[in-house]
């Protein structure tokens, strides 16, 4: 479980999060909804370990506990966090001109012994770049890409830090968990992109056997792929749990501040939000 | 899972890149030195040099021709041509690891004004070294380095402090930092200049040009340590540097322990640059044409960039130190003129390309 109890974070006097609580369980795709600016990307943040760093978070005060498979974050050192867990940033633009491979090789970092890449990381490499849709950007410059491509160029990364090595990929559900958190994945794609990458995502959950938290801005999006949404609004999670139950109404309003209404998208699928 | 290796055109193709230009480069860069410790204001044939060399003290003494080629050899031309290389290769490394921890290829010692915080603390010690009782001799030789890597340190950490913050880094803080403090520099350093003697005069008109003339091998040999470690630690950080072009904190979530990367690789940064120009003066353009040059043709991996910069810096160096040498012979052109004269125009064309990155 990747974990945080009573999590505060205020950013000089204005408190952003309050008391908050959330688990993330291997196996599962969470879904986080909520306004814009209400702390979405501070609880990635939080569960990413970046407040425990000194540097990442200046001027921001922290209080609570955040763990990952029952060690508390702060214990654990950078190498070893790197392996067990990932984060996809939202849209970021390299200065210099890397190729799409050598980026996506950067996520095998803390994999590699010595800095050099072996024949195994770069078959890695290929099969994330396949894994993520971006096998057609492969030989390209990332500074001529644009920013849909850029954004599964870095998904692609992001697999491949997290790819099962021989001992995970054959006994899934006794490997130790990992965790993947994604930040707005979906906020440059396109529509086919958007559904391919949180399928992907959700497939990597029950393969891998890792713990998924996606920022989704779409509320239809996360139902449709999500196990798990959790709702944000005022520094707190006002709701939480499978798509069908927290998508009603009363909720979703509370939530953006926006009236909507449900429409049936029949039995298999959780009610679709429209405004009202 | 894939068990036949990936290709990878780009990738192959940089490599192969890089392999060829490396090679080219240091047999460049070995024809240049030779021809650099060969000619100037008294010329010599291979030859001749290889004699004075290899010949024993008794075969000297007896020829008058052997006795002066190893005298100007060993005196004036070899400190010279070794500062030139150690020079060019500094700036280069410096260079290299400053353009890939600012994240921008316009990040030189010189426009960020490390190359100006050496420059006065070398000079506040030189001018008010003497007030404060500091004893003359071999042990100041030592000193000077030691000022100018403060110096340097101390501009380093305050142009970063200003320029990044939360983990993004604003180019046009840094370069108007840059500004500043080579403004500030200047101003100070003609406050020392209306308090120093005749002796230490010509010493700070010599840094605002920049020149190898004062090559000796005692001055190398405090120099050469200082160099030597801030190149080493920069070498160390070639991968870390590469992550950390996603970012800084992409690469922390990597796995990389990027504060003490960026404080490592500033600190020695500024011990090669502060080194160098405690005995050479402030000499530009080198730690920004030699990364950007080998970043054009093999693409911006740092484990390759950096050797390949030290190797073109050394060369350019080389190369510049032997046309102000000879150009105007018997007279010297200060070395720092001519990169200038070379740099400015190719930082023009290097902002000319880039405009449209750049706001345009």
């Keep these: 479980m990747l974990m945080t109890n009573n999590l505060c974070v205020a950013h000089g006097a204005t408190p952003i999060l309050r008391d908050l609580s959330l688990t993330i369980k291997p196996g599962t795709l969470t879904a986080l909804l909520g306004r ?144 993947l958190l994604l930040d707005e994945p979906t906020a440059a794609l396109d529509l086919a992109h958007q559904h391919r990458l949180l399928t992907t995502v959700r497939g990597l959950t029950r393969d891998w056997h890792i713990g998924a938290l996606a920022i989704v801005h779409d509320p239809n999006l996360a139902a449709r792929h999500a196990d798990t ?29 926006f009236a909507v209404r449900m429409l049936d998208a029949g039995r298999d699928h959780a009610p679709v939000a429209v405004p009202a | 899972m894939n068990t036949q290796v990936a290709p990878m055109p780009l990738v192959d193709r940089r490599r192969r890149v890089a392999t060829l230009m490396l090679t080219g480069l240091a047999v460049a860069l070995f024809l240049a030195t030779l021809a650099a410790i060969c000619l100037g204001a008294y010329r010599m044939t291979p030859s001749l040099v290889w004699s004075a060399l290899s010949a024993s003290g008794d075969a000297i003494a007896s020829d008058p021709a052997l006795q002066q080629a190893h005298a100007v050899l060993l005196t004036i031309r070899l400190p010279r041509v ?4 150690l ?60 000022a100018a890597f403060a110096g340097a340190l101390v501009v380093s950490a305050l142009v970063y402090r200003l320029a990044a913050a939360r983990g993004r880094l604003a180019l046009p803080l840094l370069l ?38 004062g090559a000796q091998w005692p001055v190398l040999g405090a120099v ?38 960026k404080r490592t690789v ?23 044409v030699a990364p950007h040059c080998v970043r054009l043709a093999c693409g911006p991996d740092q484990r390759v960039v950096m050797p390949g910069a030290m190797l073109l810096g050394a060369l350019l160096t080389v190369l510049a130190d032997l046309a102000a040498r000879t150009v105007a012979s018997p007279a010297e052109v200060p070395l720092g003129i001519l990169t200038a004269l070379l740099g400015a125009p190719f930082f ?10 750049l706001g345009l």
């Design chain 2, 87 to 146: 020079v060019g290769a500094g700036f280069g490394a410096a260079g290299s690891a400053l353009q890939a921890l600012f994240r921008n290829p316009l990040a030189d010692p010189g426009l960020i004004g490390i190359s100006s915080g050496a420059a006065l603390g070398a000079s506040t010690l030189i001018v008010l070294g003497p007030l404060l009782g500091a004893s003359i001799g071999m042990v100041s030789l030592y000193f000077l380095p030691i």
């Design chain 1, 36 to 179: 814009n600016g209400v702390g979405k990307s501070t609880l990635l943040k939080a569960l990413a370990g970046d407040f425990q760093t000194n540097g990442s978070a200046r001027g921001a005060r922290y209080s609570g506990t955040t763990t990952l498979n029952g060690e508390p974050l702060n214990t654990i050192p950078p190498r070893r966090l790197a392996l067990l867990r990932a984060v996809l940033p939202q849209a970021s633009q390299p200065a210099f001109p890397f190729s799409v491979e050598e980026i996506v090789l950067l996520g095998r970092y803390p994999h590699l012994r010595g800095g050099v890449p072996s024949r195994h990381d770069r078959g890695i490499v290929a099969d994330a770049l396949t894994l993520a849709g971006a096998n057609g950007l492969a030989g390209r410059e990332i500074t001529t890409l644009s920013g849909g491509e850029l954004a599964r160029v870095q998904f692609a990364r992001v697999l491949a830090q997290l790819w099962p090595n021989a001992a995970n990929a054959n006994d899934s559900t006794h490997a130790t968990p990992r965790y």
């Design chain 1, 229 to 257: 949404i959790a709702l944000l609004a005022d520094g707190a999670i006002i709701a939480q749990g499978a798509p069908r139950d927290v998508m009603r109404p009363d909720l979703i309003e509370q939530c953006y501040g």
């Design chain 2, 176 to 213: 108007l930092a840059g500004i500043a403090i080579n403004a500030l520099v200047g101003a100070a350093i003609g406050l020392l200049t209306y308090v120093a003697d005749d002796a230490q005069l010509r010493s700070l008109t010599f840094w605002s040009l920049g020149s190898l003339g």
């Design chain 2, 82 to 85: 070794l500062l030139a290389l």
């Design chain 2, 266 to 288: 500033l600190v020695a940064s500024a011990l090669s640059v502060g080194a160098l120009v405690s005995c050479t003066g402030v000499i530009g353009f080198i730690g920004l």
């Design chain 2, 348 to 357: 023009l064309m290097l902002l000319w390309r880039s405009r449209s990155q």
């Design chain 2, 224 to 261: 050469l340590p200082f160099v030597l470690l801030g190149v080493m630690l920069i070498a160390r950080h070639s991968h870390a540097l590469n992550a950390l072009q996603l970012g800084e904190t992409e690469a922390q979530h990597l796995g990389v322990p990027t504060q003490a990367v």
